[in-house]
T-cell receptor, first 112, second 114 residues
Framework: EAQVTQNPRYLITVTGKKLTVTCSQN?????MSWYRQDPGLGLRQIYY???????DKGDVPEGYKVSRKEKRNFPLILESPSPNQTSLYFC???????????FGPGTRLTVL | DQQVKQNSPSLSVQEGRISILNCDYT??????FLWYKKYPAEGPTFLIS?????DKNEDGRFTVFLNKSAKHLSLHIVPSQPGDSAVYFC?????????????FGGGTRLMVKP
């Protein structure tokens, strides 16, 4: 089954404790991206990657890092999480230039 | 400043009637538009899209209309069904060499009453 998976689905952590949210897709897509969803703001792009070792900032990259060492994986790293990063996070992938994107199920992160 | 806006946070319609969801954008460089549907505890799923060279695209019960001069698009669902109850996001894309960053609206919660 073609899918985008994210882990963990739920996470409660404390300020400053480094964490990684994993994202994996099995569709051999070149394009992957991370979004955060906040009430009334829709989904805002954090980072995206057009292929292995090619990443770039989206609209709200501050406080986040990503890496793309393999085509299928695109982890999101929060080196020092803060409460304003409490949000619902989605990973997405697509072929080519990234128009019709397929989304993972989401990761709900709470930073205390 | 939000480049893509959905001014109605919620919409309630009767089963069998038409649902019309609206979206406005400000960036004239957007050349591709999409609608996504989202159920609770799931990721958004692609519903329908339209290129800026068209003014209408239809897929079954779903039709998207694009008015470029007004920078406005709308999604029509006819007839509406209770299973259509979800949050609908409008998204816009501008192609450039760095790829396609999707810009989303804030979403409209559609409730279809039996």
């Amino acid at each position: 089954e073609a899918q985008v998976t994210q882990n963990p689905r739920y996470l409660i952590t404390v300020t400053g404790k480094k964490l990684t949210v994993t994202c994996s897709q099995n569709m051999n897509h070149e394009y992957m991206s991370w979004y955060r969803q906040d009430p009334g703001l829709g989904l805002r792009q954090i980072y995206y990657s057009m292929n292995v070792e090619v990443t770039d900032k989206g609209d709200v990259p501050e406080g986040y890092k990503v890496s793309r060492k393999e085509k299928r994986n695109f982890p999101l790293i929060l080196e020092s999480p803060s409460p304003n990063q409490t949000s619902l996070y989605f990973c997405a992938s697509s072929r080519g230039q990234g128009r019709k994107q397929f989304f993972g199920p989401g990761t709900r992160l709470t930073v205390l | 400043d939000q480049q893509v806006k959905q001014n109605s946070p919620s919409l309630s319609v009767q089963e069998g009637r038409i649902s019309i969801l609206n979206c406005d954008y400000t960036n004239s460089m957007f050349d591709y538009f999409l609608w996504y549907k989202k159920y609770p505890a799931e990721g958004p799923t692609f519903l329908i899209s339209i290129s800026s060279i068209k003014d209408k695209n239809e897929d079954g019960r779903f039709t998207v209309f694009l008015n470029k001069s007004a920078k406005h698009l709308s999604l029509h669902i006819v007839p509406s069904q209770p299973g259509d109850s979800a949050v609908y996001f409008c998204a816009a894309s501008a192609f450039n060499n760095a790829g396609n960053m999707l810009t989303f609206g804030g979403g409209t919660r559609l409730m279809v009453k039996p």
